[in-house]
C-alpha cells in the first residue's frame, strides 16, 4: 500500500459557498427553463398547502367548499408573501409558505368553549376562522417589532457557526413524521415515488439533452407525473375499493373533493370571512407559535443561503427577512388563510437538489401560486396529488436540508470535546424533548402544560414541541457560557465575523442589496 503525502490528506479546506451550483442567487437560467423549474417549485409547495387545511378545516366545522377557499387563500398569500420576500426581504430563494408551528395555539382556539358550542357547522367554521385571524394579526407584531427595529439582528450576535449546526440541521431532521410515516400510509404509492426520485435526480443525474440535465433538473415533474398517473390507474381499477377509510384517504386521487369542490374563478381578498374578532388570550397563545416560527426560519434561511451558493445573510439582512416574515403573517391574518408564515422546508432542500438556487425561478414559483389559486379547478387539480407522494420527495428534501446544517461543522473544531458536548447535546434533546411532548398530547389529548391559563399552555406547548427551537435554546445557551473567551476560534467565530455585517464582505451588496436602488433611504448597517 503507497504511504500517504501529507500534501494529499487535506482535499477539502471550508468554503464559504457550496461549489457546483450552475445558477447561484443571482444568476438565472433561460426563462423556458426557468418556467419548468418555477412550476416544479409550485407542485412541491401544494403538500403544505393542502395537508394544513386538510387536517384543520374540518376540525372548524368546515367542509369541503370552505376547505378548497382556504387552500386557494393559502396558496395565493403565499405567492404574494414570497414575492415580497425575495424582492424586499432577505432577497433569498425561499418560498414562504403556511407552517406547522401555529397548529397548537390554533387548536386551542378551535377547543374555544365559546366556539365549540356553535351547532351549525359553517357558522362555527367562519367564527373560529375569524379568532384565528384576529390572533394572527396581533401577534404578527412581534416580528414586525424584531425585525424592523433590528432587535433580532442584534439577537443573532450571539450566534456561532456551532451554534447553527443543530439549529438548520432540525429545520429538515425535525420534520421526520412528515417524511417515512406518511410514505407508509401508502406504500405501494410512496416507495416507488422515493426509489423513482432518487434514481433519476442523482444515479442519472448525468442524461443530458441539448446540454441540459434534464432528470437532475426536472426529475420531481417528472416523477409527481409517472406515479400520480399509476395511483390514478389503481383507484380507477378498483384496487381500494374494500380498503380502510385511512388508506382510501392516502392513496386514493379522488378523496380530496378538491376539483368538486372548488369555483372555477375565485380571487381571495382581505376580510373574505368577515372582521376579525380579538381575543387576549388567544393572541398571546399566538405569540409563541410566531416565536417558533422565526427561529425555524431563521435556520431555513441559513440553509438557504448555503444551497443559494450566497454567502449567510448578514445580522441586518436576515432581521430585514423577519421583518416582511411579520408583513407576511399580518397578510395571513388578513385574508384568513388559517395559519401563519414560515419558510417552506422542502422547497429550500430543492435547491440543493436541482442544483439551481436562482432567485427569478423562485419568483415565477409565486406567479404560478397568485394564478392557479384564482383558477380554482386547475389549482385543486394539481392539489389532489395524494400525500405520500409528497412525503417520498420529503424523504429526500428534508434530508438535504439536516445535511446544509451539518456542513457548518467544517467552519470549527470537532476535535475540541467542548464543541462535541454541545452539538450532541442539543441535536439529542432537540429531538427528544419535542417527541415527549407529541406523545403527550397524543396520549393524554392535551399538551404537558395544561394549566387554567390557556395562554400559557400554548406557549409552552408550542415552543417545546419545535425542535429548532429546542435546539437553538440549548445550543446558543452553552455556546455562550462554556469557556467562550477560550474558546472563539474554535466555535468558529473568525471564519463568521466578517460575515456578520452588510459591509463585512464585497460579495454581500452582490447577494443582498435591495432592488430599484432603494437602498438609498434604507441603508445597511
Known amino acids: 500500500m503507497a504511504e500517504v503525502k501529507p500534501e494529499d490528506m487535506d482535499h477539502h479546506p471550508p468554503m464559504d459557498q457550496l461549489q457546483g451550483f450552475e445558477y447561484c442567487i443571482d444568476s438565472n437560467p433561460s426563462w423556458g427553463e426557468a418556467i419548468a423549474l418555477g412550476f416544479q417549485h409550485y407542485i412541491l409547495s401544494l403538500g403544505t398547502a393542502v395537508m394544513i387545511p386538510t387536517m384543520l378545516v374540518p376540525l372548524m366545522g368546515g ?24 424582492l424586499f426581504g432577505t432577497r433569498l430563494p425561499t418560498i414562504i409558505g403556511g407552517s406547522y408551528a401555529f397548529v397548537v395555539p390554533i387548536l386551542s382556539i378551535i377547543r374555544d368553549p365559546s366556539l365549540a358550542q356553535i351547532a351549525d ?20 407584531s412581534i416580528q414586525i417589532i424584531l425585525g424592523y427595529s433590528q432587535l433580532w439582528a442584534i439577537c443573532s450576535r450571539f450566534f456561532s457557526p456551532l451554534g447553527m449546526v443543530p439549529v438548520v440541521a432540525l429545520v429538515g431532521l425535525g420534520l421526520f413524521e412528515r417524511g417515512f410515516p406518511v410514505v407508509g400510509r401508502c406504500v405501494e404509492i410512496g416507495l416507488p415515488m422515493l426509489i423513482l426520485f432518487v434514481a433519476l435526480s442523482q444515479y442519472l443525474k448525468h442524461v443530458n439533452v441539448r446540454h441540459v440535465p434534464v432528470l437532475e433538473r426536472f426529475s420531481l415533474l417528472i416523477c409527481v407525473a409517472l406515479v400520480w398517473v399509476y395511483a390514478h390507474i389503481l383507484t380507477a381499477s378498483g384496487a381500494y375499493k374494500h380498503t380502510a377509510l385511512l388508506t382510501q384517504f392516502s392513496c386514493r386521487t379522488d378523496r380530496a ?12 381578498f382581505p376580510l373574505q370571512w368577515g372582521a376579525p374578532t380579538f381575543s387576549a388570550n388567544h393572541a398571546f397563545g399566538m405569540m409563541a407559535a410566531v416565536v417558533v416560527s ?24 436576515l432581521s430585514r427577512g423577519i421583518g416582511w416574515q411579520g408583513i407576511g403573517t399580518l397578510l395571513d391574518g388578513l385574508f384568513g388563510t388559517g395559519t401563519g408564515s414560515t419558510v417552506s422546508v422542502e422547497n429550500v432542500g430543492l435547491l440543493g437538489s436541482t442544483r439551481v438556487g436562482s432567485r427569478r425561478v423562485i419568483q415565477i414559483s409565486a406567479g404560478f401560486m397568485i394564478f392557479f389559486s384564482m383558477l380554482g379547478k386547475f389549482g ?11 412525503a417520498a420527495i420529503y424523504c429526500v428534501m428534508f434530508g438535504i436540508v439536516a445535511a446544509v446544517g451539518l456542513s457548518f461543522l467544517q467552519f470549527t473544531n470537532m476535535n475540541s470535546m467542548r464543541n ?17 411532548f407529541s406523545r403527550y398530547t397524543t396520549s393524554a389529548q392535551q399538551g404537558p402544560a395544561h394549566t387554567k391559563a390557556g395562554w400559557f399552555n400554548d406557549y409552552i406547548n408550542s415552543v417545546f414541541s419545535s425542535p429548532p427551537t429546542v435546539a437553538l435554546i440549548v445550543a446558543v445557551l452553552l455556546d455562550n457560557t462554556l469557556d467562550v473567551r477560550e474558546a472563539a476560534r474554535d466555535r468558529g467565530m473568525p471564519w463568521w465575523a466578517r460575515f456578520r455585517t452588510f ?7 452582490e447577494f443582498y442589496t435591495l432592488p430599484f436602488n432603494l437602498n438609498r433611504f434604507f441603508p445597511p448597517s
Do not use: C
Open 503 to 509: 459591509r463585512g464582505d464585497s460579495r454581500n451588496e
Open 294 to 317: 422565526l427561529i425555524e426560519t431563521t435556520g431555513a434561511f441559513m440553509a438557504a443561503a448555503r444551497l443559494a451558493s450566497a454567502t449567510p445573510p448578514p445580522a441586518y439582512v
Open 380 to 390: 385543486a387539480l394539481f392539489a389532489s396529488i395524494p400525500f405520500p407522494i409528497f
Open 257 to 268: 373533493n378538491l376539483i368538486s369542490s372548488a369555483l372555477w374563478i375565485s380571487i381571495p
Open 420 to 436: 462535541l458536548f454541545i452539538v450532541g447535546v442539543s441535536l439529542f434533546l432537540g429531538l427528544s424533548i419535542p417527541e415527549y
Open 121 to 140: 357547522g359553517h357558522t362555527r367554521f367562519v367564527q373560529t376562522m375569524r379568532a384565528i385571524q384576529g390572533s394572527l394579526i396581533v401577534s404578527s
Open 63 to 86: 367542509n369541503d367548499h370552505d376547505k378548497a377557499r382556504v387552500v386557494q387563500t393559502l396558496l395565493f398569500v403565499t405567492g404574494i408573501k414570497t414575492l415580497l420576500q425575495t
